[in-house]
């Protein structure tokens, strides 16, 4: 192939490239200057020694457990869980006190029923061995009480979420630009993963959550059309099914903290970080003692090394 047709491929590749980045700007956010803009948070798990603060996980679960349930489960999540060294770390007491008036499916009865005869599900008291599971029956359930939304599960949203590394859009109409904007798009792309893994960078879910819970405006903004659903300032196309959850004095903390929208939202975001990767405290932990035996063997490799070769002329 010669260097002219080499070039116009590539030049088509790039046009192809920056349609599809641009055929999605009208999906994402609209232009709402900083309020639209997620920012990292500071957080006691970011870095390389971080740890979750288990007294903002237990607070987090607070919220869940008084406002979150209502529509979300956890369900890769048990009881028991949060029992767990890393996690809120609550004690078996304290735990059945909180699922003492929690119910599940029970298994089929002595006659092999599932449902009582008004055809209503048979429940029975859950145990700490159960998973953490929606309110709903099933997802066509779920929809029907959320207006047609279906509520997602948490146990991984934290990983599920992130904040994208995008260039500015120029429209797919605007062709001659296309090429351009695919280079932005793409070498954005890579250069934001690039930086995170130089800096260790993992709370981009966390960071979203936190964000998505305090951009809920008092009122929609002029010239927003966002139907029978909520506006959010940093969600994609900023119409959501779900309104704003959580509010100042949303849940009266039990530790005494004031409880407020911002200590709401970063307490929600850190547990679902937790949930998310509930073993980050053991594999930083591990990490950390096995860089620094690579440190020591790397210097003990290099002494050996000295030794045995010097008397050698390199």
């Not at 047609?148 to 260039?167: E, F, T, W």
């Not at 966390?206 to 300032?233: C, H, K, Q, W």
């Amino acid at each position: 192939m010669s260097v002219k047709n080499t070039l116009a491929s590539f030049a088509v590749a790039l046009t192809v490239l920056g349609g599809i980045g641009t055929a999605g700007a009208a999906q994402k956010t609209g232009d709402y200057g900083d309020k639209a803009h997620v920012e990292r948070q500071s957080w006691s798990f970011s870095g390389l020694l971080g740890s979750y603060d288990k007294a903002q996980l237990k607070r987090g679960f607070q919220v869940y457990n008084e406002v979150c349930t209502a529509c979300h489960g956890m369900n890769l999540l048990s009881w028991r869980n949060l029992m767990e060294e890393g996690g809120p770390e609550f004690t078996k007491a304290e735990l059945e006190a909180i699922i003492a008036d929690k119910e599940v499916p029970a298994d089929p009865n002595d006659e092999g029923l599932t449902h009582g005869d008004d055809g209503s599900r048979l429940m029975r008291k859950a145990f700490l061995t159960d998973r953490i599971l929606a309110p709903y029956a099933n997802d066509k359930a779920a929809m029907a009480a959320n207006g047609g939304a279906l509520p997602p599960d948490l146990s991984v949203m934290a990983k599920a979420r992130g904040i994208p590394h995008v260039a500015g859009n120029a429209g797919p109409s605007v062709w001659y630009k296309a090429p351009f904007v695919g280079l932005m798009e793409y070498g954005s792309w890579i250069a934001g993963t690039l930086r995170d893994i130089g800096t260790q960078y993992q709370e981009a879910g966390a960071d979203y959550i936190y964000a998505l819970m305090v951009s809920y405006p008092e009122e929609t903004p002029a010239g927003a059309d966002v139907g029978d659903r909520s506006f959010n300032y940093v969600f994609p196309g900023n119409a959501i099914s779900m309104g704003a959850p959580i509010a100042d004095e949303a849940v009266e903390y039990a530790d005494g903290t004031k409880p407020t929208l911002d200590q709401h939202a970063r307490d929600i975001a850190a547990l679902m970080m937790w949930a998310a990767e509930p073993h980050l405290n053991a594999r930083k932990s591990l990490g950390l003692k096995v860089l620094i035996y690579l440190i020591i063997l790397s210097g003990l490799m290099y002494a050996v090394k000295r030794t045995i070769w010097a008397g050698v002329k390199h």
